[in-house]
């Protein structure tokens, strides 16, 4: 795989269109570079998009760049030093074919709109078992790392449930979600001063989070929120049912896998 190569000219930080409507599907904006890499994949930088790149546990979207009759498939995106790169193909570009956007040219950007929405779903699920974990009794768990692909999503937390407690804290943890999701709760998600988001948190944000930064939180209901930079569901109830896959614990970690319905 061709490494990620930076633009032809130094650009500063995309804005995420995503961070101020977390439901957008379609938006603007202004193409700063167009390279080819090794390998002959091309990326396309703009000064805003409303494309997730991949992170956070969460796989990229996908869709098209359009401008003039100009289509761009966006197969995936990536972020790199604040920097976002829709890698693809453009439409019926053959070799040489100069089918390509300017720079400084005004592109219209649309996601996929079932990907994003199984996505969102996905991600929301896992946050929602951080809840459910600690509404079990399951205090001694810590959220740690988080997979929302669809090929086997799974919320990794620090600490352990006891051997003789694991199937019935799995079936605990799945009443409860599903009790959360038929009751419905909205899903904030906005950007906070550091105190403020302290606050919405529980009281504390994990160490890595600078004092000096204004993070992003996500928060279902009146839950504790929690720092995320992900794409989430309008209310929880759309995760429509969730099923706790499996659990399992090794070296000081528990793994909790998850699925949901279609």
């Not at 098209?64 to 030093?81: T, Y």
């Not at 199937?167 to 009790?179: F, S, W």
Request: neutral net charge; proline residues 6%.
């Amino acid at each position: 795989m061709a490494t990620e190569a930076a633009p032809a000219r130094p650009v500063g930080p995309t804005r995420l269109v995503y961070f101020d409507d977390m439901w957008a599907l379609r938006s603007d904006a202004n193409v700063l570079a167009v390279h080819q890499e090794e390998g002959g994949r091309v990326a396309v930088v703009l000064d805003a998009t409303v494309f997730h790149p991949q992170g956070g546990g969460q796989p990229a979207d996908t869709g098209v760049i359009s401008a003039a009759g100009v289509r761009f498939l966006v197969e995936d995106v990536r972020a790199k030093d604040g920097v976002v790169f829709h890698y693809g193909r453009f439409e019926g570009a053959g070799e040489g074919c100069g089918h390509r956007f300017k720079e400084g040219e005004s592109v219209s950007l649309e996601v996929d709109a079932e990907r994003r929405s199984l996505n969102s779903r996905l991600h929301s699920a896992g946050h929602l078992l951080d809840i459910c974990v600690h509404n079990v009794g399951l205090f001694q768990l810590e959220p740690g790392k988080g997979y929302h692909f669809p090929d086997g999503p799974f919320v990794e937390y620090k600490g352990v449930i006891p051997p003789d407690q694991i199937q019935d804290k799995k079936n605990e943890m799945e009443r409860e979600a599903n009790k959360l999701i038929s009751e419905g709760a909205k899903v904030l998600a906005s950007v906070f001063p550091y105190e403020k988001a302290t606050k919405l948190c529980g009281g504390s944000l994990p160490s890595y989070i600078s004092k000096d930064s204004n993070p992003r939180v996500i928060k279902f209901g009146e839950y504790p929120g929690g720092p995320c930079g992900g794409t989430h569901v309008a209310d929880i109830s759309a995760i429509n049912s969730l099923k706790v896959t499996n659990i399992r614990v090794k070296k000081g970690l528990t793994k909790v896998s998850y699925s949901i319905s279609p």
